[in-house]
């Protein structure tokens, strides 16, 4: 599968087939390890991105990167997300790449899941869980598993989106 984004550490990111279809997100480290992050994971990131930087920064940021997501990977957003990265402490940089470049792959794959009512939205409600209702990061990553997708829409929909 091709590299959809090249860190400066060496890690980088691609698509490959996973449990369900050709959409599965992983990352691979710079010693080759490869692995799809897991909600949990990068839910984790995000909860201590927060605690450092204020959730409406990380928020914001995210959402920036959710308005412009479409169906396909666009050099563009992969640029806008660095740029976003940047602006953050040096210490942080990568690590901001890295964790908004995810979510962002992650999305599309939920815009290419069969039978999709919800896309990407799902995404943003877990993170809008997980920032702004003080959920936990275990209930914000796993709290919409098994719920019907009408009420998953619902929930965004009290929430603006």
């Known amino acids: 599968m091709p590299i959809i984004k090249q860190f400066s550490n060496g890690a980088f990111l691609e698509y490959a087939r996973g449990s369900f279809d050709d959409w599965c997100v992983y990352f691979i480290s710079p010693t080759g390890k490869r692995r799809p992050p ?10 201590d991105l927060a605690a450092r ?5 990380v928020y914001d940021d995210y959402v920036s990167i959710y308005d412009i997501t479409g169906k396909s990977v666009d050099e563009e957003v992969l640029n806008h997300i660095s ?6 402490d040096a210490d942080d940089v990568l690590e901001v790449d890295i964790l908004f470049s995810i979510l962002y792959m992650a999305m599309i794959a939920e815009e ?21 209702e003080d959920a936990s990061v275990s209930y914000a990553a796993n ?4 719920m019907n997708w009408r009420k998953i829409a619902a929930l965004c929909e009290e929430r603006g989106f």
Not at 41 to 47: E, G, H
Not at 83 to 88: C, E, F, G
């Open 38 to 47: 897991r909600d949990i994971d990068y839910f984790q990131t995000i909860k």
């Open 53 to 57: 930087y204020g959730p409406d920064r």
């Open 83 to 88: 740029l976003i990265a940047n602006k953050y």
């Open 112 to 132: 290419h899941k069969a039978n999709t009512r919800l896309g990407r939205r799902i995404k943003r409600l877990g993170i809008h869980f997980l920032l702004y």
């Open 143 to 146: 709290f919409m598993r098994g």
